[in-house]
């Protein structure tokens, strides 16, 4: 029976690419429905390719006219997550960008759909509510990223109680082989030339802070219920290595792959099988050198932040993200140098931290606000 699928963010990088390792398995998914935030275009166009029976356009462009057909279509971010509870749906994968992500994994999780998970947020900032949500549910969520999926790769078939360390991967970024003091005003422009992927201004940013990796902590210490002292970052900037796994008996698996999303993207979407990805195999006969290095905490204080974070529980980890987003945004625009990014989620940290808790989606909607209006009244002052 083909897998029948959902996808949130159709038309973005992940989207899109996992349309194109559908179209090369059509044996093996159906896709079901569609949604993307403002590309009506885009959208139609992929409806029409795959015969979804829904579609939905969050925030339509004003001239948008629905084609013809037999696409149900659909406007505004409930709709979006409307789709999630549709019975002819068995997984959903959530690539969507920001808060919106957490609204839709947990309409899954409430709905019993399995989630392939591409949003960063929904764990960064909610990580134990999803989680427990997701267990009592009987729920599983699959992993994207191409570190988290490698994890996964590694750990399946052992036993939880033979693993010692969880060996997560990082390029490095642009400023590998940067001083401090250069780091601390890398212009806008250096900070987006990432050595190895082609990413969106966001995602690249975080890569040069390395915050990036310091959220591929807090999501490793989720998925996988191990302890942050048991998960180490390694940098490995080759990215052939994508990451690793150290059990008690001395041994290492490691995934390797070429830098290619649509394998861990079809992992996801197959529950764990190898199909035809369409990505070019990885030859070792010609692989670059290896090399693999200790992650620098003074260079990218940002890695350390994630394991005080995770200690510290309560709101800590919704506000870094809210803090990150907001900091960034401002060095984006002109209003704040690169080294203030991490300095600004610091004092975040240190201001808004709350023991408590966050038991619902209103109270990390709420946190996430709040952290944002700081930030803000920071640029202001």
């Excluded at 009987?138 to 052992?158: K, N, Y």
């Excluded at 591929?216 to 180490?232: D, G, K, M, S």
């Excluded at 199909?275 to 290095?293: C, R, V, W």
């Amino acid at each position: 029976m083909k897998r029948r699928i959902a996808i949130l963010g159709s038309t973005g990088s992940i989207g899109t690419q996992a349309l194109d390792v559908i179209a090369r398995n059509r044996e093996e998914f159906e896709v079901i429905a569609l949604a993307a935030y403002s590309n009506g275009a885009l959208l139609a166009q992929q409806a029409a390719q795959f015969a979804a029976k829904a579609a939905v356009l969050v925030a339509p462009p004003a001239d948008f006219v629905p084609p013809g057909g037999t696409v149900q279509w659909a406007f505004g971010a409930q709709a979006r997550d409307a789709l999630c509870t549709r019975s002819d749906v068995d997984a959903v994968l959530v690539s969507v960008v920001g808060m919106a992500g957490l609204s839709a994994v947990l309409t899954c999780i409430q709905h019993r759909k399995t989630v392939l998970l591409a949003n960063k947020e929904t764990l960064m900032t909610a990580g134990d509510l999803v989680m427990t949500a997701a267990r009592k549910a009987g729920v599983e969520i699959f992993p994207v990223d191409s570190e988290h999926t490698a994890i996964w790769q590694c750990l399946r078939g052992e036993s939880e109680r033979s693993v010692e360390r969880l060996l997560l991967t990082a390029s490095g970024g642009p400023f590998r082989t940067w001083t401090p003091e250069q780091i601390e005003n890398a212009t806008v422009e250096q900070a987006l030339s990432h050595p190895n992927w082609r990413m969106g201004r966001k995602i690249s940013i975080d890569s040069a802070t390395m915050v990036n990796k310091c959220i591929e902590i807090v999501e490793a210490h989720h998925l996988f219920a191990v302890p942050p002292q048991r998960i180490e970052v390694v940098v490995h900037p080759q990215s052939i290595v994508h990451s690793a796994v150290a059990f008690q008996d001395g041994s290492v698996m490691a995934q390797m792959g070429v830098s290619d999303m649509r394998i861990p993207i079809l992992y996801a979407l197959s529950g764990g099988r190898r199909l035809d990805s369409g990505a070019a195999p990885l030859s070792l006969f010609d692989m670059p050198q290896l090399t693999f290095e200790r992650c620098d905490t003074e260079k990218f204080p940002a890695v350390a932040m994630a394991y005080a974070a995770i200690e510290a529980g309560g709101n800590a980890c919704c506000v870094l993200n809210a803090a990150n987003e907001a900091a960034v945004a401002a060095f984006l625009a002109g209003q704040i140098a690169f080294g203030q990014i991490v300095k600004w989620i610091r004092l975040a940290m240190d201001r808004l931290f709350d023991p408590a808790p966050l038991l619902d989606y209103a109270s990390v909607c709420a946190c996430d606000e709040k952290t944002r209006r700081f930030c803000n009244e920071m640029i202001r002052n």
